[in-house]
C-alpha cells in the first residue's frame, strides 16, 4: 500500500488524496503464517481507511524527535522491544500504516506517540524518516486511543494491560477512562488493578510479559506474595545466575514456583500383609509418617476384627508388662 505523504510540518493538516491500494505480495510460506499476516494487514488497512477518513494528514517525522507516550503500556523499554522482522518487512515494502502522535506539550518541535511503538522503532533502525498522523491530543485522548490501538491488535499481554491500567489510575483518571482504554468492564478492570498491585513491580518488570501465562496464573502468584516467605523465596529466584538468560514465560514459571513454596514430599508407606496360618483372618498393616493402620479382612473372618477390639485392653496390658 503506498501513502500520501503531505507536508513535514505538524500543523499540515489537509484531505490527502485517496492511498493508492496496490496488489500485496505476500511471501512464499506456510499457509497458518499467510493467514496471520493477511489478517495483520487487514487490520492496518482498516485502521489506516479510519484515520484518512477523519481529515488526518500522514506526515514524515524524524524518530530522534518523538518520545515515548505518557504511560507505558508494554514491559521493557523501547530499545528492548524486538523488531527483527518488523525492520525486515518494512525495508521490503515501506512502512504501510502511519503512527499516531501529537505535539510535545512542554518540548516545542517534539512529538509524543500514542501508538506504533514497534514500528517508530524499526524505521528508526532503518535511519528512515517515519509517516506519522499528527493530532493535538489531551492526555485522556492520548490514553485512550492508545489502549484502545492496542486491544484491537491484541497486542499486550495480560500482565501489561493490567500494569497499563494500574499506571493509568495511578496517574488520577476515571476508571471509566481506563475502562474505554482498555476495552473492558467494571469486574474485568477490578481483577487487572488488584493483580497489578498484589505482584510488586519489580518483580513484574524482571518477569517481563509472559505471553502464555494469563489471568489466572497472575492472581495465584499475587495471593503466593500476600505470604512475606513467598516474597523472600522469589527474591532467590530473581537473583539465580541464568534467570535473565531464559525467556519471559520460562521466567514466569520460575517465580510462581518459588512463590508456591516447596511441594509436600510424598509420604513414604510401608504395607505389611498378615495371614493366619490356622484360619482364614488376615489384615493389613500400614505405617506411614500419619501412624499405623490395621484393615481386617472382614470378608474372610467377619468376626475376628470385633473380637481383636474387645481385647485391646488385655493387649495393651500385656504389652506393657514386657516393658
Known amino acids: 500500500m503506498k501513502l500520501p505523504v503531505g507536508d513535514a510540518r505538524p500543523d499540515a493538516v489537509r484531505n490527502p488524496a485517496a492511498p493508492n491500494v496496490g496488489q500485496e505480495r505476500i511471501p512464499a510460506g506456510p499457509v497458518r503464517s499467510m493467514g496471520f499476516a493477511l489478517g495483520r494487514i487487514e487490520e492496518e488497512t482498516k485502521a489506516l481507511q479510519k484515520a484518512l477518513a477523519t481529515g488526518l494528514t500522514i506526515v ?73 498522523f499528527v493530532r493535538d491530543l489531551s492526555d485522556e485522548e492520548l490514553i485512550v486511543a492508545q489502549g484502545v490501538e492496542n486491544s484491537e491488535r491484541q497486542d499486550l499481554s495480560y500482565i501489561e494491560r493490567a500494569l497499563f491500567a494500574a499506571r493509568i489510575e495511578a496517574r488520577g483518571f476515571d476508571r471509566s477512562v481506563i475502562m474505554q482504554a482498555l476495552s473492558t468492564d467494571k469486574t474485568e478492570l477490578s481483577k487487572l488493578i488488584s493483580v497489578a498491585k498484589g505482584v510488586p513491580e519489580p518483580i513484574i518488570e524482571a518477569i517481563g510479559p509472559a505471553p502464555k501465562a494469563g489471568r489466572d496464573r497472575w492472581i495465584k502468584l499475587s495471593k503466593c506474595l500476600e505470604d512475606k516467605a513467598a516474597a523472600k523465596r522469589v527474591e532467590k529466584a530473581l537473583a539465580e545466575d541464568d534467570f535473565a538468560s531464559v525467556d519471559s514465560d520460562e521466567r514466569f514459571i520460575r517465580v510462581l514456583n518459588a512463590a508456591s513454596g516447596p511441594q509436600p514430599r510424598a509420604q513414604k508407606v510401608q504395607r505389611k500383609t498378615w495371614k493366619s496360618e490356622w484360619g482364614p483372618a488376615s489384615a493389613t498393616v500400614t505405617r506411614s509418617s500419619r501412624g499405623v493402620e490395621i484393615l481386617f479382612d472382614t470378608k474372610s473372618d467377619p468376626g475376628f476384627a470385633d473380637f481383636v477390639a474387645e481385647q485391646l485392653d488385655e493387649l495393651y496390658n500385656a504389652f506393657r508388662t514386657k516393658l
Open 60 to 132: 514524515e517525522l524524524d524518530p530522534s524527535l518523538i518520545e515515548g507516550s505518557v504511560i507505558r503500556d508494554r514491559l521493557g523499554s523501547l530499545e528492548s522491544l524486538e523488531v527483527g522482522s518488523l525492520v525486515r518487512s518494512i525495508e521490503e515494502k515501506g512502512q504501510e500504516v502511519p503512527i499516531l502522535v501529537r505535539p510535545h506539550p512542554s518540548k516545542s518541535g517534539h512529538y509524543q506517540i500514542a501508538y506504533g511503538h514497534r514500528r517508530l522503532k524499526a524505521v528508526a533502525a532503518l535511519g528512515r524518516k517515519i509517516k506519522a
